[in-house]
């Protein structure tokens, strides 16, 4: 199956400041999403990105279908950007889920 | 419009007992999806289900069955649970026909621990 890596798995930050995570791909895909599971365990839909650009505030994300990468954007971090952020993949042509990476742990201290 | 929900959020079985999680959305998605999560990993597929009266097995399907019944509910069957099966559960949908897209949306996670 498709392997999804993301990097770095753990962060750790000053109120402020910008990152940028990164999330690798071994097949071509359909779907491409980003979350962020907030320390109540709830999954946030950020960006449904199978290719090029957004923006959505202090975030963004750039998916590079063709070299099989996307990165996620964090802007001025607040305390409240703290969680796990996952990248999960859906390979082109299939009919099943999602495939997650495990995540990075970002903690954003004040 | 509540997205997806589950029912119930937390439950305590005992090995050997039977239970059912009942996933519903109201945005009239045709894909809809069974995921468990396990303690610092990201979600696994166990059952997936592209349309009503459709189910197919995901990743680690074994020990679970599902049925989708009505296009709006995805239910999710543990036979008798084992403690392995201890794990949050979430359920997730999306619209997908063909040319639309493909975003799946998640419900807020069924926590199942197996004694």
């Known amino acids: 199956g498709i392997q999804v890596e993301q990097s770095p798995p753990d962060l750790i930050l000053q109120e402020g400041a910008n990152s940028t995570l990164r999330c690798n791909f071994s097949?071509?895909?359909?779907?491409l999403q980003w979350f962020h599971q907030n320390p109540w365990g709830q999954l946030i839909n950020l960006f449904y990105?199978?290719?090029g650009t957004k923006q959505n505030g202090r975030l963004s994300a750039t998916t590079v279908a063709t070299e099989r990468y996307s990165l996620l954007y964090i802007s001025s971090s607040q305390t409240t950007d703290s969680g796990v952020y996952f990248c999960?993949?859906?390979?082109?042509?299939?009919?099943?889920?999602?495939?997650f990476g495990k995540g990075t742990h970002l903690i954003i201290q004040p | 419009n509540a997205g997806v929900t589950q029912t119930p959020k937390f439950r305590v079985l005992k090995t050997g007992q039977s239970m059912t999680l009942l996933c519903a959305q109201d945005m009239n998605h045709e894909y809809m999806y069974w995921y468990r999560q396990d303690p610092g990993m990201g979600l696994r597929l166990i059952h997936y289900?592209?349309?009503?009266?459709?189910?197919a097995k995901g990743e680690v399907p074994d020990g679970y069955n599902v049925s989708r019944l009505k296009k709006q509910n995805f239910l999710l069957g543990l036979e008798s649970a084992a403690p392995s099966q201890t794990s949050v559960y979430f359920c997730a949908s999306a619209l997908t026909r063909t040319g639309s897209s493909y975003e799946q949306y998640f419900g807020p996670g069924t926590r199942l621990t197996v004694t």
């Open positions: 999960a993949v859906r390979r082109g042509g299939g009919a099943d889920g999602l495939t």
């Open positions: 097949d071509s895909v359909n779907n």
């Open positions: 289900s592209v349309g009503e009266g459709t189910t």
């Open positions: 990105i199978p290719s």
